[in-house]
Protein backbone atom coordinates (compact mmCIF):
# COMPACT_ATOMS: atom_id res chain seq x y z
CA UNK A 1 0.00 0.00 0.00
CA UNK A 2 1.16 3.34 -0.68
CA UNK A 3 1.00 5.35 2.25
CA UNK A 4 0.76 9.43 2.05
CA UNK A 5 1.08 11.32 5.15
CA UNK A 6 -1.40 14.30 5.72
CA UNK A 7 0.55 17.16 6.55
CA UNK A 8 -2.97 19.54 7.61
CA UNK A 9 -3.52 16.27 10.04
CA UNK A 10 -0.15 14.60 11.24
CA UNK A 11 3.20 16.33 12.63
CA UNK A 12 0.83 19.60 14.01
CA UNK A 13 3.35 19.11 16.77
CA UNK A 14 5.47 21.71 14.41
CA UNK A 15 3.43 24.51 13.72
CA UNK A 16 5.33 25.31 10.60
CA UNK A 17 3.33 23.03 7.50
CA UNK A 18 6.83 23.41 5.43
CA UNK A 19 8.99 22.00 8.30
CA UNK A 20 6.03 18.94 8.86
CA UNK A 21 7.60 17.91 5.28
CA UNK A 22 10.81 16.93 6.63
CA UNK A 23 8.89 15.52 9.69
CA UNK A 24 7.27 13.15 7.31
CA UNK A 25 10.32 12.21 5.32
CA UNK A 26 12.01 11.05 8.62
CA UNK A 27 9.41 9.17 9.90
CA UNK A 28 9.86 7.24 6.71
CA UNK A 29 7.10 8.24 3.99
CA UNK A 30 7.99 8.90 0.39
CA UNK A 31 4.84 10.94 -0.19
CA UNK A 32 2.82 13.18 1.00
CA UNK A 33 -0.55 15.00 0.41
CA UNK A 34 -1.90 18.80 2.30
CA UNK A 35 -4.72 20.74 2.43
CA UNK A 36 -3.38 24.20 1.93
CA UNK A 37 0.11 26.04 0.93
CA UNK A 38 -1.17 28.98 -0.07
CA UNK A 39 0.32 31.03 3.42
CA UNK A 40 4.04 30.07 1.43
CA UNK A 41 4.91 31.27 -2.18
CA UNK A 42 5.58 28.83 -4.44
CA UNK A 43 9.17 28.81 -4.73
CA UNK A 44 9.02 28.93 -0.37
CA UNK A 45 7.11 25.31 -0.66
CA UNK A 46 9.17 23.91 -3.59
CA UNK A 47 12.07 24.47 -1.69
CA UNK A 48 10.81 22.63 1.32
CA UNK A 49 9.48 19.55 -1.24
CA UNK A 50 12.91 19.67 -3.06
CA UNK A 51 15.09 19.46 0.15
CA UNK A 52 12.90 16.64 1.64
CA UNK A 53 12.79 14.49 -1.77
CA UNK A 54 9.11 13.59 -1.23
CA UNK A 55 6.44 13.25 -3.48
CA UNK A 56 3.23 15.24 -3.16
CA UNK A 57 0.48 13.50 -4.44
CA UNK A 58 -2.55 15.74 -3.09
CA UNK A 59 -3.41 19.65 -2.60
CA UNK A 60 -7.00 21.27 -2.08
CA UNK A 61 -8.03 24.08 -4.07
CA UNK A 62 -7.57 27.13 -1.41
CA UNK A 63 -11.56 27.45 0.62
CA UNK A 64 -12.28 30.75 -0.85
CA UNK A 65 -11.51 34.54 0.79
CA UNK A 66 -14.52 34.93 2.91
CA UNK A 67 -15.44 33.75 6.37
CA UNK A 68 -17.24 30.16 6.10
CA UNK A 69 -16.18 29.42 3.07
CA UNK A 70 -15.29 25.80 2.03
CA UNK A 71 -14.44 25.64 -1.34
CA UNK A 72 -15.90 27.77 -4.65
CA UNK A 73 -16.56 24.91 -7.16
CA UNK A 74 -20.41 25.14 -6.98
CA UNK A 75 -21.53 28.52 -5.00
CA UNK A 76 -23.42 30.95 -7.62
CA UNK A 77 -22.20 34.06 -8.01
CA UNK A 78 -18.65 33.28 -6.90
CA UNK A 79 -17.40 31.71 -10.75
CA UNK A 80 -14.38 33.89 -10.91
CA UNK A 81 -13.44 33.06 -7.70
CA UNK A 82 -13.33 29.74 -8.23
CA UNK A 83 -11.19 29.79 -11.58
CA UNK A 84 -8.57 32.16 -9.81
CA UNK A 85 -8.23 29.71 -6.72
CA UNK A 86 -8.17 26.69 -9.36
CA UNK A 87 -5.31 28.39 -11.37
CA UNK A 88 -2.92 28.95 -7.69
CA UNK A 89 -3.60 25.68 -6.95
CA UNK A 90 -2.43 24.74 -10.77
CA UNK A 91 0.49 26.79 -9.73
CA UNK A 92 1.10 25.68 -6.91
CA UNK A 93 0.89 21.64 -8.07
CA UNK A 94 3.02 21.76 -11.33
CA UNK A 95 5.95 23.22 -8.93
CA UNK A 96 6.24 20.24 -7.10
CA UNK A 97 4.74 17.73 -9.65
CA UNK A 98 1.69 16.78 -7.43
CA UNK A 99 -1.01 15.13 -10.18
CA UNK A 100 -3.97 15.55 -8.63
CA UNK A 101 -6.58 18.69 -6.48
CA UNK A 102 -9.08 18.45 -4.26
CA UNK A 103 -11.73 20.71 -6.11
CA UNK A 104 -13.68 21.96 -2.49
CA UNK A 105 -17.12 22.27 -4.13
CA UNK A 106 -18.60 24.64 -0.88
CA UNK A 107 -21.29 25.20 1.39
CA UNK A 108 -25.16 25.39 0.59
CA UNK A 109 -26.46 28.82 2.15
CA UNK A 110 -29.18 28.75 4.37
CA UNK A 111 -32.27 27.91 1.93
CA UNK A 112 -31.03 27.99 -0.95
CA UNK A 113 -31.86 25.98 -4.04
CA UNK A 114 -29.42 22.77 -4.24
CA UNK A 115 -30.04 22.75 -7.71
CA UNK A 116 -28.27 25.94 -8.42
CA UNK A 117 -25.56 25.04 -6.56
CA UNK A 118 -25.18 21.75 -9.03
CA UNK A 119 -26.03 23.54 -12.01
CA UNK A 120 -22.89 26.13 -10.65
CA UNK A 121 -20.73 22.87 -9.99
CA UNK A 122 -21.31 21.37 -13.71
CA UNK A 123 -20.73 25.09 -15.29
CA UNK A 124 -17.35 25.55 -13.32
CA UNK A 125 -15.99 22.00 -13.82
CA UNK A 126 -16.78 21.72 -17.35
CA UNK A 127 -14.11 25.55 -17.40
CA UNK A 128 -12.06 23.48 -15.37
CA UNK A 129 -10.76 20.52 -16.90
CA UNK A 130 -9.57 22.71 -19.56
CA UNK A 131 -7.38 23.84 -17.43
CA UNK A 132 -6.51 20.80 -15.92
CA UNK A 133 -6.03 19.11 -18.75
CA UNK A 134 -3.34 21.59 -20.11
CA UNK A 135 -1.85 21.38 -17.26
CA UNK A 136 -1.76 17.54 -17.28
CA UNK A 137 -3.38 17.39 -13.85
CA UNK A 138 -6.42 15.39 -12.82
CA UNK A 139 -9.33 16.96 -10.31
CA UNK A 140 -11.02 15.03 -7.79
CA UNK A 141 -13.96 15.49 -6.05
CA UNK A 142 -14.52 14.21 -2.33
CA UNK A 143 -17.91 13.63 -0.46
CA UNK A 144 -17.79 15.03 2.54
CA UNK A 145 -20.24 13.90 5.24
CA UNK A 146 -23.09 16.20 6.76
CA UNK A 147 -23.27 14.34 9.71
CA UNK A 148 -20.44 15.04 11.90
CA UNK A 149 -17.99 17.09 9.74
CA UNK A 150 -19.86 19.92 6.88
CA UNK A 151 -23.58 20.16 7.88
CA UNK A 152 -23.78 22.78 5.20
CA UNK A 153 -21.07 21.30 2.48
CA UNK A 154 -22.53 20.90 -0.97
CA UNK A 155 -21.23 17.58 -1.98
CA UNK A 156 -22.50 14.81 0.59
CA UNK A 157 -23.20 11.16 -1.37
CA UNK A 158 -20.67 9.61 -3.41
CA UNK A 159 -23.54 8.70 -5.86
CA UNK A 160 -24.42 12.92 -6.52
CA UNK A 161 -19.97 12.95 -6.99
CA UNK A 162 -20.13 10.09 -9.46
CA UNK A 163 -23.11 11.95 -11.35
CA UNK A 164 -21.55 15.68 -11.20
CA UNK A 165 -18.15 13.57 -12.85
CA UNK A 166 -20.37 11.86 -15.31
CA UNK A 167 -21.62 14.84 -16.61
CA UNK A 168 -18.93 16.85 -16.85
CA UNK A 169 -17.21 14.43 -18.75
CA UNK A 170 -20.48 14.05 -21.68
CA UNK A 171 -20.78 17.76 -21.80
CA UNK A 172 -16.24 18.09 -22.20
CA UNK A 173 -15.62 14.57 -24.16
CA UNK A 174 -12.49 14.72 -21.01
CA UNK A 175 -11.51 12.69 -18.47
CA UNK A 176 -10.04 14.72 -15.92
CA UNK A 177 -12.28 14.38 -12.73
CA UNK A 178 -11.78 11.49 -10.29
CA UNK A 179 -13.77 10.42 -7.15
CA UNK A 180 -11.88 11.08 -3.93
CA UNK A 181 -12.79 8.32 -1.68
CA UNK A 182 -12.42 8.86 2.55
CA UNK A 183 -13.62 5.99 4.28
CA UNK A 184 -14.15 8.41 7.30
CA UNK A 185 -16.64 10.38 5.37
CA UNK A 186 -18.14 7.02 3.68
CA UNK A 187 -18.62 5.29 6.61
CA UNK A 188 -20.66 8.41 8.16
CA UNK A 189 -22.66 9.33 5.58
CA UNK A 190 -23.08 6.12 3.47
CA UNK A 191 -21.56 2.75 5.17
CA UNK A 192 -21.33 -0.12 2.95
CA UNK A 193 -17.67 0.43 2.20
CA UNK A 194 -16.36 -3.05 1.08
CA UNK A 195 -19.64 -3.47 -1.37
CA UNK A 196 -18.96 0.07 -1.96
CA UNK A 197 -15.59 -0.49 -3.31
CA UNK A 198 -16.34 -3.61 -4.91
CA UNK A 199 -18.94 -1.82 -7.19
CA UNK A 200 -16.37 1.65 -7.63
CA UNK A 201 -12.97 0.95 -7.59
CA UNK A 202 -12.18 1.92 -10.89
CA UNK A 203 -14.02 5.16 -10.55
CA UNK A 204 -11.67 5.97 -7.56
CA UNK A 205 -8.34 8.14 -8.27
CA UNK A 206 -7.27 8.31 -4.65
CA UNK A 207 -8.30 7.69 -1.03
CA UNK A 208 -7.96 8.77 2.16
CA UNK A 209 -8.62 6.69 5.74
CA UNK A 210 -8.76 7.16 9.64
CA UNK A 211 -11.07 5.35 12.11
CA UNK A 212 -14.48 5.94 12.71
CA UNK A 213 -16.26 7.99 14.69
CA UNK A 214 -13.12 9.73 16.85
CA UNK A 215 -11.15 10.29 13.44
CA UNK A 216 -7.93 8.93 14.70
CA UNK A 217 -5.38 6.29 13.94
CA UNK A 218 -6.81 3.43 12.24
CA UNK A 219 -5.93 0.74 14.64
CA UNK A 220 -7.79 2.67 17.23
CA UNK A 221 -11.28 1.43 18.50
CA UNK A 222 -13.79 2.37 16.06
CA UNK A 223 -16.20 0.74 13.00
CA UNK A 224 -13.55 0.18 10.79
CA UNK A 225 -11.13 -2.97 10.55
CA UNK A 226 -8.51 -1.86 8.26
CA UNK A 227 -7.04 -4.85 8.08
CA UNK A 228 -10.09 -6.26 6.13
CA UNK A 229 -10.08 -2.84 4.39
CA UNK A 230 -6.47 -2.88 3.09
CA UNK A 231 -6.87 -6.45 2.21
CA UNK A 232 -10.22 -5.33 0.16
CA UNK A 233 -8.29 -3.07 -1.43
CA UNK A 234 -5.85 -5.63 -2.33
CA UNK A 235 -7.88 -7.74 -3.94
CA UNK A 236 -9.68 -4.95 -5.95
CA UNK A 237 -6.44 -4.47 -7.19
CA UNK A 238 -5.67 -0.95 -5.83
CA UNK A 239 -2.62 0.66 -6.69
CA UNK A 240 -2.96 4.30 -5.82
CA UNK A 241 -2.37 6.42 -2.98
CA UNK A 242 -3.80 6.23 0.70
CA UNK A 243 -3.72 9.69 2.23
CA UNK A 244 -3.43 9.59 6.17
CA UNK A 245 -6.32 12.49 6.84
CA UNK A 246 -6.55 11.52 10.58
CA UNK A 247 -5.92 13.27 13.96
CA UNK A 248 -3.30 11.36 16.01
CA UNK A 249 -4.18 10.43 19.67
CA UNK A 250 -0.91 11.74 20.84
CA UNK A 251 2.48 12.35 19.15
CA UNK A 252 2.35 11.40 15.17
CA UNK A 253 5.24 9.11 15.50
CA UNK A 254 3.82 7.21 18.31
CA UNK A 255 0.50 6.75 16.47
CA UNK A 256 2.51 5.60 12.82
CA UNK A 257 3.55 1.33 14.55
CA UNK A 258 0.57 0.78 12.61
CA UNK A 259 2.10 1.05 9.58
CA UNK A 260 4.52 -1.76 10.24
CA UNK A 261 1.86 -3.66 9.13
CA UNK A 262 2.09 -2.69 5.54
CA UNK A 263 4.50 -2.07 3.11
CA UNK A 264 4.47 1.53 1.77
Not at 174 to 185: I, M, P
Not at 224 to 247: C, D, M, P, S, V
Request: a negative charge.
Amino acid sequence: MKLAANLSWLFKEESCLLKRISLAKKAGFKSIELAWPYQYTVSEFKEAVDASSVNVVLINTGPGNKEGDMGLAAVPGREEDFITGLKQAIEYAKAVSCGNIHIMAGNVASGANRAQYRSTMVENLCKAVDLLEDAGLMGNLEPINSHISAPNYFLNLPQEAFSIIDEVEKLTGKQRLVYQCDFFHLQVQHGNITRFLENNISKIGHIQIAQVPGRNEPDTDGELNYNFLFQTLQRLGYEGQIGLEYAPLGATTDGLKWMNHFAQ
